[in-house]
């Protein structure tokens, strides 16, 4: 009885340990938070997110998404609390490629912000996509 026991664990662990390798997000590997520009004008509009764009100031002034808050990842944990109180609110975080980005999630989800999502592919994506990007 304890054979037949420890092979249905063995099973369900192994089963488990699959999905994480199809469902990124819960197996909390680096870049599993992340949307595509899509997805991210789909939070914007529906659940109101708010974007953080995460470069640094020059990279910021020579275009970002419309109504995108500016806070630098070195600067980050420290700002972000002043820049979105509401902890439920879906952030969207970017960079230029997606990377810093990726980092900024774990910091905001640290602070709380468990909806916290990386933009895949960045402000790079975004213009690909055709998307409206706006000079300071």
């Known amino acids: 009885m304890d054979f037949i026991l420890?092979?249905?664990?063995?099973?369900?662990?192994?089963?488990?340990s699959?999905?994480?390798?199809?469902?990124?997000?819960?197996?909390?590997?680096?870049?599993?938070?992340?949307?595509?520009?899509?997805?991210?004008v789909h939070l914007m509009n529906r659940?109101?997110?708010?974007?953080?764009?995460?470069?640094?100031?020059a990279e910021f002034a020579t275009g970002h998404i419309a109504n995108a808050r500016h806070v630098p990842l070195a600067e980050l944990a420290e700002k972000l609390p002043a820049a979105v109180k509401n902890k439920t609110l879906p952030l969207v975080l970017c960079c230029a490629?997606?990377?810093?980005?990726?980092?900024?999630?774990?910091?905001?989800?640290?602070?709380?912000?468990?909806?916290?999502v990386s933009l895949a592919g960045g402000l790079k994506a975004w213009r690909e996509a055709g998307l409206p990007v706006e000079k300071s």
Do not use: C, Y
């Not at 092979?7 to 488990?16: R, S």
């Not at 699959?18 to 991210?40: D, I, R, Y």
């Open 97 to 116: 490629s997606g990377r810093r980005s990726a980092a900024a999630v774990a910091v905001a989800k640290k602070l709380g912000h468990e909806k916290a």
């Open 18 to 40: 699959g999905a994480m390798l199809f469902v990124p997000a819960l197996s909390g590997q680096p870049g599993a938070a992340t949307v595509t520009p899509a997805e991210a």
């Open 47 to 57: 659940e109101k997110a708010a974007v953080i764009d995460v470069r640094e100031a």
């Open 6 to 16: 420890a092979n249905w664990l063995l099973i369900l662990v192994a089963l488990v």
